[in-house]
């Protein structure tokens, strides 16, 4: 398709990337039903290792069967569909160029605590071009004593990414030494973000924020400049401008399973914000299929309006 | 020989896969008193090296001999032996094209505890390449301190045999951070199945699950969608669907040495419950070997009749 | 887009390759006029390469600069844009996402004669990877004294561009021990084509074919079996057979400059004979732009409707 | 299947080679309707390359399509397929586990003629290695000027397929510096197939030689030594002893298609003479399919009976 | 065995290897019949090859077979035996242990005639390792047009036997750009034996050299300085001089086939002028079993006398 002045506008932003790297988010901005707005809905569906099958899949049982969601992901219209190596290698074939893809490069299960949580790296950049991926993905978690490891990890990822011509999206967690209210304070939430921006996130997910101040010295600042962070919309709009003035792509994720009136006002604070978009798991596969198709929908609406 | 049906159909599940893999895959379906009817039937003997020589041989002492092994897998018509290298090496050259084989590239021995368990590499990719083996076989033990290094051990070394044409077989024992019964607990296996199924294995073995939940989160929902686990079966059919809605070989060790009639019972539950077959080896080499004929035999009976 | 029964025909003739080479092949095939119809028209422009600038672009002047090109491709909906090296570097930036592009790895110019004619690698299949390329493009001289040195280049980068999921389009000219009108002998062409087909090219181009046998061994046999060969319609359905009973994609170029009625009845015949599409460099760029998209235009409605 | 005593018998002459090297070979003479007699009937297709797709397919169109072939080796029961690269790609991946393949890894076409005959390296281990592949084959031209850059090209490939478990198949046909009675002459054919076997070759494939002697100093020998070349199978059996007196597999081509009576007369006098078997293209792909799988399965009696 | 002080002195003229290389010489020296003596009796059967197999095999039919000369090579007490890659690899494992072998590199046929002689490379040092060969050998053409293409062959492979522990045994023969009797002129023996010695060779081997001068200035001087090159053993003296002042272990062939007296006279000259033994080919192959051990026990004999 002709690219937008907004597709252009967001890739002029990136221009320290080679062409490949830009070719590959213009791949997912111009694909699906917000093809051209530059917002994004992405499908991720990585639960079922980072918390088992039964709980993700059970409520939904076809969702069981991979080959589900990337025809929930293409039906829906999502810009891409996001997933750990083995869903993607079990039905990518079948799906070839209807949708593109995102190879999750970590990812961490719940059979165990982990005093330093630290997820394991289960796929390649390799892998990720031979599977015809769009980009990878990696998750970070701030906060944690293995960050740091992380942190380097991601870093050598996205170069050999961009080696690959594949721009890269950072899930940033926070926890570890942080309060649970601090896992999504807005200060933590914005703090997170701008780490993976600065570690050459091409696209950053994080949780919707809370009006809390997990860190004091931060706190003393937020109340000194009075910056508003009342408001989900507030708040989005923060952590976008955390993100290097809003000239990196944000996403939202949506969290654990609720009522779609709850994920809705959700979305519409976000989009008030300034959110490129939201990346909705449990909220999509876990519902019957037609309903996840009406919940997107009306998901992919509220962004339209706002681009 | 002339693919069937339904090795054409367990094949198109593995299409991200290359030929090569695909071509070892069914040397695995084709081969023995199974051959064509996608059920498996494999006898592994790594008992040596994990639990003693004594423990695993004396009952029946021909079976000291690597030889031994080899040729109970081929009069018994198995689909392939699995042994760890130097076992492997012992033989593999007197039995030429009469058995596939699996080479276990990580073992454990019980010499001393591990407060993180967590088995040694013991074989390379390379190696299974020169002893023409048709898969390498890995254990991860989900649920261990240790588990994102053998992830992440596991995730080189598919991507390593991939290129040398070879699939992987997963041996997924969850211990660890676990409750005794909580190691069998059909929430822990059904998780750890899938677990496998993302991080590339091509077959996945797991112990027969038991009608025990262990993680309190999990057993909400098992509870909440009336998840049946009271029949070997159903468990069965519930590891099945946890590794892509079916789309990935589930097979189930046989566990400690029983009589003859609980392994057969134990053997039609599993059968029952679309298993793809057992990997049988204390209940076959410790017996004599006429019996252990036999009860192979009877094993692959029961499969036979359930494909 | 959703993929077509077409395109999802064709892509079922590439089962060897892995599914970034595919999804590769997929781009190609959903993008422009002919999006999802299985049909290609594809503006090429290596001809200051192998002319030299003013042959090339002095009857349209606009022409002498890569953008024209690019947004020429773009507004026409072309498939794909095919240059060397220079030309995509000098470009690209500026058109990301707008259409898919080819990086032309090996040139020859004119500037002095060949005893055994063999084009110069002038590109690398990284340089295609950091411009965010769809494919590679390698042309061989088949009849050239030199010809097995570019069909071992050949084989060696279509290996690497599978590596990087690139499929690889052969520009199939057979010139050297042939008479002038051997070059395009429905024999030679049919020929070249096939030992395209043979070295793993995706897609393959080649002249319109002359009723014309070049090699009387091979005349004898079209004699005997009384292959038809008059109309171009039947020449073009020979050269698709040729190649694996039309199992790879075939394309005709354009040739010199000629009239537009000319053009016309030329694809014509060659859409009619089941040619997958076109790929016209001097016919389109030579011509002032609204002509050249009137002419595009009018190939595209021909292959549509032979679709 | 289990091991006959004839495959154990013909896999002990290789015990200088890894069990993966054997176990391919095995599989090669475990597979088929000669499985376990230790002689071979191999369907190869690389004349599309070698001579042009009409010369090649137009007496029987189906064989336009790889297709054709893989399912025309697995009906008549072949030991194997052999083809390029282009051709395996196009076809292995429908075909998986149901017959053993060869990739020839070396081509030449005949649209030009060289002054040292020498064939273009067309594939890789690594080809034939994803794509499943049992064997690979390589084409000498003992005579030619340019027989030393292929001598040594073998060398590196059959060590390199050794390394991956393959064992390699040498096409040895003189040409060069001989007279055209020379290139099938008794002592050429002999001479060719004993340097094979220097080389590393498993498996040698030669013209049936003719009651001819191309070299003076050969023509001495012969006839001081009295060495019968009279009959075809004296000739076979000459040839036999020269690869390590019958320790080295040696099949014979079919060479130009024939009468099916000159063909099993030319099969029955090569299985007198001790002939592994034949490897026949032409006679088999250029007969409707019913009479080429009737005289497969003539020709496959043929060597039963002689095993 | 304990080393004898002959076999310490001709060590210690090879203090610049490592210790491997030099553990090879004295596993060479320490075997056989002659073992301890510093003199050497080796088996080289390179002829099928090098002549075809008619002409080196018929006069004795058992000698077809590699297995034989493993056997002769044992029996008669040899200190090595020698051949090229695929006579080797098919033997080797059924004498594992019983006499040290030496891998022939490179080998010429006599198909055809080369402008600028030059052997093919045939094996490889790694190859050597695997095959447990206690050495490699490398034919070198002084007077070739190629020669530089073999020296520097040549160098690298003694590098990398050296780094295999490995050394390098020399085959010197001149031919190319000399008279016919110009190839076993004193002058050009000499010559070619010290170049190999320059080039790194542990020992060299060359042919008897006749009394004969090629060399216009090399004649001058020898004419001048009274070289005494009447006999064959001061011809042997000469070129024993000429490698170092006979601190390289030099051996010479013993050429066509010849009856047991001419044989036995010309070993008796070598050994007089301080040859360190023979290499003995076609004068032992080719005659009956019997007859070959009790000349190889005679030629044994002569050198130990000489010790």
Redesign the interface.
């Known amino acids: ?3 937008t002045d907004r ?1 252009k506008q967001i ?1 002029s932003w990136y221009s320290g990337d ?10 997912l ?2 694909h699906g039903a917000l093809a051209g707005t530059g917002k994004f809905v992405i499908l991720p569906v ?1 639960q ?2 980072e ?5 993700s ?3 939904n ?2 969702a ?3 080959d ?1 969601h990337f025809q929930l992901a ?1 039906d829906a219209g999502c810009n891409a569909y996001a997933a ?15 949708v593109p893809t995102i190879l999750k490069l970590n ?8 005093e330093n949580p ?7 950049v ?2 990720a ?5 769009a980009a990878i993905g990696y998750t970070i978690y701030p906060g944690s004593g293995a960050r740091n490891v992380m942190y380097e990890e991601l870093r050598e990822l996205v170069l050999e990414a961009k ?3 594949l721009p890269t999206i950072v899930w940033a967690y926070a926890r570890g030494a942080l309060s649970k209210d601090g896992e999504t304070a807005i200060d933590v939430i914005a703090y997170a973000a701008h780490i993976s921006c600065q570690l050459g996130a091409h696209i950053v997910k994080v949780k919707p924020p809370k009006d809390f101040l997990e860190q004091a010295e931060a706190k003393k600042v937020y109340e000194k400049q009075g910056i508003p962070t009342k408001t989900l919309a507030e708040r989005a709009r923060h952590v976008v401008q955390s993100c290097f003035n809003g000239k990196r792509i944000v996403i939202f994720s949506g969290g654990e399973a609720k009522g779609t009136d709850d994920v809705l006002e959700e979305v519409r604070g976000l989009a008030a914000g300034g959110a490129f978009g939201s990346i909705m798991g449990r909220n999509a596969f876990q519902r019957p299929r037609a309903e996840a198709l009406q919940l997107l929908s009306s998901v992919m609406d509220i962004y339209r309006k706002a681009s």
């Open positions: 398709m002709a690219a597709v890739l080679n062409i490949g790297v830009k070719t590959n988010l213009a791949r901005m111009n990585d079922g290792f918390h088992g099958p039964a709980r899949f059970a409520p049982p076809p069981y069967d991979p589900y293409i750990p190596l083995g869903a993607l290698e079990a039905s990518a074939d079948r799906f070839v160029g209807q990812n961490s299960d719940t059979l165990a605590k982990m630290c997820s394991a790296v289960t796929g390649s390799k892998d071009v031979r599977l015809g991926c080696d690959a011509g």
